[in-house]
């Protein structure tokens, strides 16, 4: 069964921290470029991170640039969204989303354009409020 499983979503604090990990099963997760979105009530989806297999270059939505990291650790198959100084505009649904095999095309086209991500997890909810 090929899926992507989200976890370490939960409540904080404004300026709090919190870490996303997204794991794959069923598939080599190496192979695939792989893309943070996330989703409010009553808003779009938005591209959040990305980040590319071909280059391993990122891209970040500038709501969250200079806040949110994007990384892969290879040996343990996982991606992160080290998420800091989390806001209350950053409560919403979480989900990763694996674009690929080696799909060419930019690490941004990746985030902004409406691809066709072959793998979607379930989501994490971040609720950020005091």
């Known amino acids: 069964q090929l899926q992507l499983v989200e976890s370490g979503g939960g409540l904080v604090q404004p300026g709090a921290s919190l870490r996303l990990s997204c794991a794959a099963s069923?598939?080599?997760?190496?192979?695939?470029?792989i893309g943070w979105f996330r989703q409010a009530p009553g808003k779009e989806r938005e591209g959040v991170s990305c980040?590319?297999?071909?280059?391993?270059?990122?891209y970040y939505a500038d709501s969250v640039k200079g806040r949110f990291t994007i990384s892969r650790d290879k040996n343990k198959k996982m991606v992160y969204l080290e998420m800091k100084s989390l806001k209350p505009e950053d409560t919403a649904i979480y989900y990763c989303a694996a674009l690929g095999p080696y799909y060419a095309t930019t690490v941004r086209a990746m985030c902004v354009l409406p691809l066709e991500y072959d793998h979607w997890g379930q989501g994490t909810r971040v609720t950020v409020s005091s």
């Open positions: 980040i590319s297999t071909n280059d391993g270059s990122t």
């Open positions: 069923g598939f080599t997760l190496d192979y695939y470029s």
